[in-house]
């Protein structure tokens, strides 16, 4: 299933670079398609997985990124459906592919939970930060469209982006819009991690994954600089009227430093999250 929700997705990648390319509304149409079938394909395989071992499969950093990956399809899914454009496609399934490379030629291996994270605030907390990165992913890859549509149009050299994009002003609603509710979810995720973390001991527990969960920890520091920029970000938009261009920027800033806690981070120098 891992196999080919990948196929899906990067049948869907190849459809929305030519419904780009040539502005085809027949391979609109299909693109959209192969990523519902992947995005369906993927539903199947995260249910399955979670009748098998009786909690979210989003346990370790290789599950998470297939969570993910789950999510931004549907998030980006939603987007399109609700905006009725395809453009950002062409952007966003290049990324659902390359990540859900991991899981295909990694599979996770399932098994039972450590007791530390047998809590429903664990699910809880992991959930609200993963559809946050699947929205910041969003507002990174809107970002950058609306850099390389903002050039070409300060450049006076209306063409290939300028016939192929949305405005300035729709790419800028909806960066701030996936922007803010990252930051929603984000903030909900840092909470409720705080109140696990709380109602957990972790120093009294046998695992030494538990007793590294500290702001020293790369994961959990990182985690908060990521909260710090949007949060900056947000605010500087609304109080000290900052640009779309710089807001942008920023978006796309911020979810390198998400992908640098997400996969660096997360497979080589956390000692508190690779469960």
């Known amino acids: 299933m891992y196999i080919l929700s990948?196929?899906?997705y990067a049948s869907a990648a190849v459809a929305y670079g030519a419904n780009f390319a040539r502005r085809s509304e027949r391979a609109g149409r299909l693109a959209t398609a192969l990523l519902a079938?992947?995005?369906v394909a993927h539903t199947f395989l995260?249910?399955?997985e979670r009748m098998q071992i009786g909690y979210m499969p989003f346990v370790g950093t290789t599950s998470a990124v297939s969570?993910?990956?789950w999510l931004?399809?549907?998030a980006y899914l939603y987007t399109e459906m609700s905006t009725n454009e395809r453009a950002m496609g062409v952007f966003i399934t290049p990324l659902l592919v390359l990540l859900q490379l991991i899981p295909t030629l990694d599979v996770p291996v399932l098994g039972a939970r450590p007791a530390v994270l047998r809590s429903p605030l664990f699910t809880v907390h992991v959930a609200s930060v993963l559809f946050a990165y699947a929205s910041f992913a969003l507002a990174c890859m809107i970002g950058v469209t609306y850099v390389l549509l903002f050039k070409e149009i300060k450049a006076k050299h209306l063409g290939f982006f300028y016939a192929r994009l949305p405005s300035l002003q729709v790419l800028d609603r909806m960066n701030m819009r996936a922007v803010t509710i990252g930051w929603a979810f984000l903030t909900a995720g840092v909470v409720i991690g705080v109140v696990w973390a709380s109602q957990t001991n972790f120093r009294a527990s046998d695992d030494p994954r538990a007793q590294a969960m500290t702001m020293m920890d790369p994961k959990i520091f990182v985690a908060f600089v990521s909260w710090g920029l949007y949060s900056f970000q947000l605010f500087a938009r609304r109080a000290i009227g900052w640009g779309a261009r710089r807001s942008a920027w920023l978006s796309a800033i911020g979810f390198g430093i998400v992908l640098l806690n997400f996969l660096p981070i997360g497979y080589f120098l956390t000692k508190s999250h690779n469960f």
């Open 6 to 8: 990948l196929l899906f």
């Open 37 to 39: 079938a992947g995005a």
């Open 72 to 74: 931004l399809a549907l």
């Open 46 to 48: 995260i249910g399955m």
């Open 67 to 69: 969570f993910f990956v």
